[in-house]
């Protein structure tokens, strides 16, 4: 059974940084993609960055040159550093499994398993 468990959510203030992760318990954790996406209230689900098996990342316009995504494949960990955050990153931010060949799809149907999610709210 795949489970993914999130940390790094929570409180900042414009401008701050955060650091999400993601923990993955998938024995072929580097095969695979991953990715983030983000929910706000109100607003469908909408791709955020991805990391492919073998490290190329990918990014939404609206995070481009400010959030950073990376993966450990040793700690079977991916991380989102998000810097220069703003009010509109507010979300329920949530990582999950891709495909093992991943190319920048935005499509969240083609991630399979997903974590629970962690909240991120940027203040004014």
């Known amino acids: 059974q795949v489970q993914l468990v999130e940390s790094g959510g929570g409180l900042v203030q414009a401008g701050g940084s955060l650091r999400l992760a993601c923990a993955a318990s998938?024995?072929?954790?580097?095969?695979?993609?991953m990715g983030w996406f983000r929910q706000a209230p109100g607003k469908a689900r909408e791709f955020v960055a991805a990391?492919?098996?073998?490290?190329?990342?990918y990014y939404a316009d609206s995070v481009k040159g400010r959030f950073t995504n990376s993966r450990d494949n040793a700690k079977n960990t991916v991380y989102l550093q998000m810097n220069s955050l703003k009010p509109e990153d507010t979300a329920v931010y949530y990582c999950?499994?891709?495909?093992?060949?991943?190319?920048?799809?935005?499509?969240?149907?083609?991630?399979?398993?997903w974590g629970q999610g962690t909240q991120v709210t940027v203040s004014s």
């Open positions: 998938l024995r072929t954790f580097r095969m695979y993609s």
């Open positions: 999950a499994v891709g495909p093992k060949y991943y190319s920048g799809t935005a499509d969240s149907s083609t991630f399979d398993y």
């Open positions: 990391v492919s098996r073998y490290g190329t990342t």
